[in-house]
């Protein structure tokens, strides 16, 4: 392979190898998925045909003197999902929906708003141009008001025509970063070689047009914070774990980042851990990235990697490694709505470890983040703590 070894000896990978080959057992199992990754896209003669059958509901609509509305599934009621351990949460296929009613004052705007990205959306897919989400609000600021309605509007569109959003050339901003032993191709074949060093390279903006991948990484790491990353890369911990791959999402994951996981792991099989602080917000970022969000439930094929596990901080961990009661936050009342929101989530009932962490969070009511290790060492976290953790399987 194209990169030079400079992390620890083969033996030290053992269990990681084991765990590998679990996961491969495991997918072949359940059938296996596509070669080359399980995203699925839709044609661009699909998105125009889909928009078409939209656009003409609409004219015979009119034709018969009736108001023309919109039909969105409700993408934000917990009644419209279901849980699979293969996928993580996606929509029902036959959910509740709302109408966008032309002749409604209040829904009159958003009616006119969709149309109008409806029509922005053909002509990118016609023309086999993309714009970003940011482009579109910039097109008429004032019309739109804000950057959240754009996003919700494509969010809709994408969920009414039951097209990957991928599929409609709309793209987002990455915030996202990556690092370790990872080369690419952009789709306007810019190369891309991702190093271990104490820089990282943005996640791309077009996760549908990157190929040529080549990695020979062991694992892949998700750091739920940009802080916490780049302290990683400042202590070498990807030259010294190589080979291996480290991705954050800077807490929230946006879509190319979460696209970007789903990637890597369709094409390479290879496990992935997530490091998150010992508190509900971070448990749920986790959970984004493994199973998916209710929002974004309707594309969750393309999206999740339940494959997923859970590398630390773990509550557990605090106890173990006895770190003082003073370094640690107690939960607000926020926090415990939180997690008890994600304790009666579906997935939790198939995730027993996972809750047990949870229920000694709930029990001491207090929470911990990734840096309260320095407590230990200033270095601890990437010397001794993600180290062992990794040579002797310490993850959920």
């Avoid at 596509?34 to 044609?43: F, I, K, Q, Y």
């Avoid at 199973?291 to 509550?315: D, K, Q």
């Avoid at 997690?339 to 047990?356: E, G, M, N």
């Amino acid at each position: 392979m194209a990169f030079a070894p400079m992390g620890p000896e083969a033996s030290f990978f053992a269990v990681l190898d084991q765990h590998r080959a679990s996961l491969l057992a495991a997918l072949r199992r359940g059938g296996g998925e596509p070669a080359g990754g399980g995203t699925r896209l839709a044609s661009s003669s699909e998105v125009l045909a889909s928009i078409e059958s939209v656009i003409q509901g609409i004219i015979t609509s009119v034709a018969r003197n009736e108001a023309p509305a919109f039909t969105i599934e409700n993408r934000s009621s917990w009644e419209n999902i279901k849980f699979e351990d293969s996928v993580g949460l996606q929509m029902v296929s036959h959910c509740t929906t709302r109408k966008i009613k032309s002749d409604s004052p209040k829904s009159v705007k958003n009616f006119a708003l969709i149309l109008k990205i409806l029509s922005m959306i053909y002509k990118l897919v016609q023309s086999n141009t993309y714009a970003t989400k940011r482009d579109i609000y910039y097109t008429d600021s004032q019309l739109f008001g804000n950057q959240t309605v754009v996003d919700n509007i494509i969010n809709d569109i994408s969920c009414m025509l039951k097209v990957p959003r991928m599929s409609l050339h709309v793209l987002s901003t990455s915030k996202g970063l990556i690092a370790g032993n990872l080369r690419y191709m952009e789709e306007d074949g810019t190369r891309v070689h991702c190093t271990c060093g104490s820089t990282a390279v943005a996640v791309p903006s077009n996760i549908q047009g990157i190929r040529n991948l080549i990695t020979d990484a062991k694992f892949l790491l998700i750091v739920e914070k940009d802080a916490t990353f780049q302290r990683l890369l400042d202590d070498d911990f990807c030259n010294r774990m190589s080979p291996c791959i480290m991705v954050t999402g800077k807490g929230v994951p946006d879509l190319n980042t979460r696209l970007l996981v789903k990637k890597l792991w369709d094409t390479f099989h290879i496990p992935v851990f997530t490091l998150v602080d010992a508190d509900p917000h971070g448990i749920e970022i986790m959970c984004i990235y493994k199973y998916g969000s209710m929002a974004m439930s309707f594309e969750a094929h393309n999206l999740t990697v339940p494959a997923i596990r859970w590398l630390g901080l773990l509550p557990s961990d605090i106890k173990r490694l006895n770190i003082p009661r003073d370094t640690l936050i107690p939960l607000t009342k926020r926090d415990q709505m939180k997690l008890d929101s994600v304790l009666k989530r579906p997935y939790v009932t198939c995730q027993p470890f996972w809750r047990k962490e949870m229920e000694i969070m709930a029990d001491s009511k207090m929470k911990a983040e990734i840096q309260a290790l320095t407590f230990l060492s200033s270095d601890y976290l990437s010397r001794v703590y993600l180290p062992n953790k990794l040579k002797f399987g310490g993850w959920i």
